[in-house]
């Protein structure tokens, strides 16, 4: 079976992936100090909380904190006897070359994106992913990255701006029932949410005509669903989409091998 990782600046997501379908998803906080000992507790409570009985064979990493990988590392080698699979990393192939500038990286899970979005949907898709940062995503046609744009992600926003103003309270990220608020917390409430649908409005629009061709929208990432309800933003929503696309990076690697 495969472990697939995928490391984000907040929050770290394990999914067990059985060649068919995933079995479960554990997520924990992202610490660069995590030890690969501290991660196996973790894991093997969760595993057993759930009654798996599973046996990982191949692990396959995305990681945008380049610290945790090391640990992350020992942690594969240690407890389940395999090199993982590193997206970034030259010995990891990818099954579509990114076309952007010259010398520029892209992050892992952009990659992974990429790769999940063109084997479901084909290519001209742009992909929204939230996350710590709201990045857009754009597939194109042959499944290559070829771009997209980076935005401050929501809960980033929301705790710039209370520590910012010390008289504004941190608030939960909700869709108000009204636009004008008639209170503080609405007032913080309407100005995040209406305001970002707008910003995801507008960014689509923009890229759309930018690019030139008919695409689909994904969204992705823990708030997708929430910024769905106030405006028709995506096509569908795919909560597993990066971890999907490990899955099909590691597929095309083993393949290869």
Excluded at 67 to 82: E, I, K, P, Q, Y
Aim: charged share 20%.
């Amino acid at each position: 079976m495969l472990l697939a990782i995928d490391c984000g600046n907040t929050n770290t997501v394990f999914s067990i992936w059985d060649g068919s379908r995933f079995l479960c998803t554990l997520r924990t906080s992202t610490h660069h100090s995590r030890t690969a000992d501290a991660y196996f507790t973790w894991y093997s409570t969760l595993v057993k909380h759930y009654d798996l009985d599973v046996d990982i064979t191949d692990v396959v990493i995305s990681a945008t904190v380049p610290r945790v990988v090391f640990n992350l590392r020992v942690f594969a080698d240690r407890f389940f006897g395999c090199r993982p699979l590193v997206v970034g990393n030259e010995e990891c192939l990818l099954p579509h070359a990114p076309r952007v500038d010259a010398g520029t990286g892209v992050g892992p899970d952009r990659l992974a994106n990429a790769a999940g979005a063109f084997d479901r949907h084909g290519g001209d898709v742009v992909v929204v992913d939230f996350g710590t940062a709201t990045n857009f995503d754009v597939v194109a046609h042959d499944g290559a990255y070829v771009g997209g744009v980076i935005a401050p992600g929501v809960n980033l926003s929301l705790e710039a701006l209370h520590q910012g103003a010390a008289a504004l309270p941190h608030v939960d990220i909700r869709q108000p029932a009204k636009v004008i608020g008639t209170n503080t917390v609405n007032c913080i409430q309407s100005g995040v949410f209406w305001g970002y649908v707008g910003l995801i409005q507008g960014l689509i629009t923009r890229v759309k005509t930018e690019y030139g061709r008919p695409m689909k929208v994904v969204g992705t990432g823990g708030l997708a669903p929430l910024f769905a309800q106030g405006e028709t933003l995506f096509d569908t929503i795919e909560d597993d989409l990066t971890m999907h696309g490990l899955t099909v990076i590691h597929q095309y690697n083993k393949d290869r091998t």
